[in-house]
T-cell receptor, first 113, second 115 residues
Framework: DAGVTQSPTHLIKTRGQQVTLRCSPISGHKSVSWYQQVLGQGPQFIFQYYEKEERGRGNFPDRFSARQFPNYSSELNVNALLLGDSALYLC????????????FGSGTQLSVL | AQTVTQSQPEMSVQEAETVTLSCTYDTSENNYYLFWYKQPPSRQMILVIRQEAYKQQNATENRFSVNFQKAAKSFSLKISDSQLGDTAMYFCAHDYGGATNKLIFGTGTLLAVQP
């Protein structure tokens, strides 16, 4: 079975632009979470979606938004990009909303110039 | 505030030897999970081991084991018979609790296994 897949793997944007990152969870997993990992730090929670509804939100500005589709895949959108948004964005899936076994993808490396 | 602290930014160990990575955390929850994740150069976070806080017995997974001290809020990872493939960043984490599976991560320990 395929693991969590994320696209694209790398992305370069300029300040002020908008970006969309995509994630496909493991088949059968209904919960998708997004994390931001800045260089030299641990991942930081952004969002959790379950059954197409937001179930948790981290301390991120409204420029960050996400959604989950009927097939449980998810998109993370970031508007008005700042230099500080440069990071590895990780997607994780789990069977349900509170299941503690998270499976991570390999991430999307976003560079904002 | 819920926090996770890893005080060892880098560690080195010889192949086949044993190494222990430290982690302390702070939470007001009574029931929670603790985790160690490995992040190799491929960047994918891989679950190494998890511990349920209500279980007193320390978790083990092959060469990996933990020393869980709930009162001290300490959760260290021991890697026995270290292998070159163990070289990676190791992150300690605990779940936030409530109706989500949000994880709070530490800043990581870079482990280098030397041949």
């Amino acid at each position: 079975d395929a693991g969590v897949t994320q696209s694209p793997t790398h992305l370069i944007k300029t300040r002020g632009q908008q970006v969309t990152l995509r994630c496909s969870p493991i088949s059968g997993h209904k919960s998708v979470s997004w994390y931001q990992q800045v260089l030299g730090q641990g991942p930081q929670f952004i969002f959790q979606y379950y059954e197409k509804e937001e179930r948790g939100r981290g301390n991120f500005p409204d420029r960050f938004s996400a959604r989950q589709f009927p097939n449980y895949s998810s998109e993370l959108n970031v508007n008005a990009l700042l230099l500080g948004d440069s990071a590895l964005y990780l997607c994780a899936s789990s069977f349900d909303r509170t299941n503690e076994k998270l499976f991570f993808g390999s991430g999307t490396q976003l560079s904002v110039l | 505030a819920q926090t996770v602290t890893q005080s060892q930014p880098e560690m080195s160990v010889q192949e086949a030897e044993t190494v222990t990575l430290s982690c302390t955390y702070d939470t007001s929850e009574n029931n929670y999970y603790l985790f160690w994740y490995k992040q190799p150069p491929s960047r994918q976070m891989i679950l190494v081991i998890r511990q349920e806080a209500y279980k007193q017995q320390n978790a083990t997974e092959n060469r990996f084991s933990v020393n869980f001290q709930k009162a001290a809020k300490s959760f260290s990872l021991k890697i026995s018979d270290s292998q070159l493939g163990d070289t990676a960043m190791y992150f300690c984490a605990h779940d936030y609790g409530g109706a989500t599976n949000k994880l709070i991560f530490g800043t990581g320990t870079l482990l280098a296994v030397q041949p």
